[in-house]
């Protein structure tokens, strides 16, 4: 094991590209080495190469080589890999082996984790569940809702646009919680709804949120990864995706404040202006970008949202800020 050494310490600092370049090489030296497979499958896992990973960490398993603990950590990052792939119920029965059989304290930690994040206990066991085509509804009281069938239905319908538009097909059904007891879901998370885990394709929401808009996010996030957000574009992102069929510029136009108004200080200082402002003219903006610019040009500057960025990614930016202030002020 000394001579993985230096593999250990590049994944235990999160180095795992070179990780996996270095692994890679010392692989092709010792293929059946268990520790290195083990390290390869998880820089793999957390670099969210779900498919590449599995490979490495059965080889592992399987190696003559493979100690119990080394055994224990590949099964639960595996169980990860089984689950975003769609074999929920596998990756359920995986982790609770580990965490039942406490070969490895990480192992059980890690297993203990994620069999909370999966949300597939027996606390949501009470909850209504309803399939559609690509999501799982969860309610924790669906009598709560006005009309649970529009509900879905619209919830549905941003899923396929968003699918279509952004390219991404997510590997398993979107699992879509809803909350009536928004201290209750505190409690168990320790944050405030709504949340998203794209990697898990699962949506926390509170019932009645007039905008509701997680799934658009985390959608969005598990098809671009951005690394820079703002409240104007990513809000901004899911009421278009919401309101397609209605004019954003209208909606703008309606609420905008007449006497002064700058679409860049809203940008970067929402706090300066009422809450809600960033939605409407959000999508205003989203929807003109898109038609100045193109749906590729978009989705390039949706990875980094900020302004200097939309300067890089449009050459008139400024110009265009100035065309869209004018627009709303109609």
């Not at 899911?238 to 309606?254: T, V």
Request: net charge neutral.
């Amino acid at each position: 094991m000394s001579q993985n050494k230096g593999l250990r310490k590049l994944f235990s600092k999160g180095k795992y590209d070179q990780a996996i370049e270095l692994g890679q090489t010392m692989l092709s030296e010792n293929p059946s080495d268990a520790e290195l497979n083990s390290i390869l499958g998880r820089s793999y896992t957390n670099s969210k190469q779900f498919q590449k990973a599995i490979p490495y960490l059965e080889n592992s398993i399987a190696s003559e080589s493979a100690t119990n603990e080394i055994k224990a950590i590949s099964n639960a990052y595996l169980a990860k890999c089984y689950f975003v792939s769609g074999e929920e119920q596998r990756a359920v029965t995986l982790l609770q082996k580990i965490k039942n059989e406490r070969v490895s304290k990480e192992a059980s930690n890690y297993a203990q984790r994620y069999l909370s994040l999966f949300q597939k206990g027996i606390y949501y066991k009470a909850w209504e569940q309803i399939e559609s085509e690509n999501i799982r509804f969860h309610f924790q009281d669906k009598n709560t809702l006005k009309n649970p069938d529009e509900y879905m239905s619209n919830m549905e319908r941003n899923y396929v646009r968003i699918v279509d538009w952004m390219g991404v097909k997510p590997g398993k059904k979107v699992d879509l919680f809803v909350w009536t007891d928004i201290d209750e879901a505190y409690r168990k998370f320790s944050r405030s709804l709504p949340f998203s885990n794209s990697e898990l394709c699962t949506v926390n929401v509170l019932v009645g949120e007039p905008r509701e808009y997680e799934l658009v996010h985390m959608l969005c996030k598990l098809a671009l990864q951005p690394k820079y957000k703002t409240m104007l574009i990513s809000e901004g992102l899911g009421m278009y995706f919401n309101q397609m069929e209605e004019s954003s510029m209208l909606k703008a136009r309606s609420i905008v404040p007449k006497d002064k108004f700058s679409l860049l200080e809203l940008w970067e200082k929402p706090t300066e202006y009422e809450r809600n402002l960033s939605y409407p003219i959000g999508a205003a903006f989203i929807e003109f970008l898109i038609n100045k610019g193109g749906k590729n040009k978009l989705q390039e500057f949706l990875k980094d949202q900020s302004s200097k960025h939309a300067e890089e990614v449009y050459p008139e930016f400024n110009k265009w800020v100035k065309t869209f202030e004018g627009m709303l002020m109609q």
